[in-house]
């Protein structure tokens, strides 16, 4: 079975804080993904990864970046932690199977900026 | 762009009612078609997919057929149980676009109840 771990279930940051998500996955697969999960909004991609050190913007990456130095492990950093980055955080991986491209899902960090 | 419209929540049924939960989707290649379910306190898993026109995804008594016509990947379950309350996504991607380039609906929340 595909596993995709996420660092926190729950963080609790202050405004201003610099906040690192850390994702990790153990099936070799060469996308990552970073999303964010609010009411009403659905899924919005911040980030993705297709393999090391490479990474391209999704909608709505303003205050974000990311990293990914290993294969198997993506991070999201908050540079400067506000209040509107309130949210859940869900990280995925993907390979191509067959003509689509399956996403697999992390358990999501729930991120509260006081 | 290529963007999923699904029926807004929140949906309650009683145990063992039929369930519909429609979803419309645009696009202007031919994409891959998914259901996601999102249990309390869980990440995404996928629940179907299909890949082309007239296709039948199933899973767990869930079926979704995609209905090129009508631009439709409408999720249906004759008898829904008290364990099938979670969130639903449904989401496409475009392979002749970017398969990275998930688009997911806002979701929609069903409850079952005994």
């Known amino acids: 079975d595909v596993k995709v771990t996420q660092s926190s279930r729950y963080l609790v940051k202050r405004t201003g804080e610099k906040v690192f998500l850390e994702c990790v996955q153990d099936?070799?697969?060469?996308?990552m993904f970073w999303y964010r999960q609010d009411p009403g909004l659905g899924l919005r991609l911040i980030y993705f990864s297709y393999d090391v050190k490479m990474k391209e913007k999704g909608d709505i990456p303003e205050g974000y970046s990311v990293s990914r130095e290993k294969k198997e492990r993506f991070s999201l950093i908050l540079e400067s932690a506000s209040t509107n980055q309130t949210s859940m955080y869900l990280c995925?991986?993907?390979?191509?199977?067959?003509?689509?491209?399956?996403?697999?899902f992390g358990p999501g960090t729930r991120l509260t900026v006081t | 762009g290529n963007s999923v419209t699904q029926m807004e929540g929140p949906v309650t049924l009683s145990e063992e009612a039929f369930l519909t939960i429609n979803c419309t989707y645009t696009?202007?290649?031919?994409?891959?078609l998914f259901w996601y379910v999102q249990y309390p306190g869980e990440g995404l898993q996928l629940l179907l997919k299909?890949?082309?026109?007239?296709d039948k995804g199933s899973n767990k008594g869930f079926e979704a057929t995609y209905r090129k016509e009508t631009t439709s990947f409408h999720l249906e379950k004759g008898s829904v149980q008290v364990s099938d309350s979670a969130v639903y996504f449904c989401a496409l991607s475009d392979p002749l676009r970017n398969n990275n380039d998930m688009r997911f609906g806002a979701g929609t929340r069903l409850t079952v109840k005994p």
């Open positions: 696009a202007t290649g031919y994409p891959s």
């Open positions: 099936m070799d697969h060469e996308n």
């Open positions: 995925a991986s993907s390979v191509a199977s067959g003509s689509a491209y399956e996403q697999y």
């Open positions: 299909a890949t082309k026109a007239d």
